[in-house]
């Protein structure tokens, strides 16, 4: 039932930006801890970026200062600014949804920060 389509993957060059997208459905979106993770081959699944129902957020300290997770809940979309693209940012990105019993995850999108 629930739902989660992650967009906006790219191939980018370093120093770039990108905007990812994840529209939800099958939830009280409003109500819901959304966020992002990443996955490098090779590498663990790691946290990026978490966003409360209330906003707070809490961000990887690869990743402070340079994106930016917000969320829209008249559109039912998270996103993830991402700014001074890295090489070492490359990986599949994941859309969370964590409503409080169980997690539920999206199908990645591609991110590649080369030259």
């Known amino acids: 039932q629930v739902r989660l389509v992650e967009s906006g993957g790219a191939l980018v060059q370093p120093g770039g930006s990108l905007r990812l997208s994840c529209a939800a459905s099958?939830?009280?979106?409003?109500?819901?801890?959304m966020g992002w993770y990443r996955q490098a081959p090779g590498k663990q699944r790691e946290l990026v970026a978490l966003?409360?129902?209330?906003?707070?957020?809490n961000y990887a300290d690869a990743v402070k200062d340079r994106f930016t997770i917000s969320r829209d809940n008249a559109k039912n979309t998270i996103y993830l600014q991402m700014n001074s693209l890295k090489r070492e940012d490359t990986a599949v990105y994941y859309c969370?949804?964590?409503?409080?019993?169980?997690?539920?995850w999206g199908q990645g999108t591609q991110v590649s920060v080369s030259s």
């Open positions: 969370t949804m964590r409503d409080g019993i169980m997690d539920y």
């Open positions: 966003i409360t129902s209330t906003r707070n957020t």
């Open positions: 099958g939830s009280i979106f409003s109500r819901n801890t």
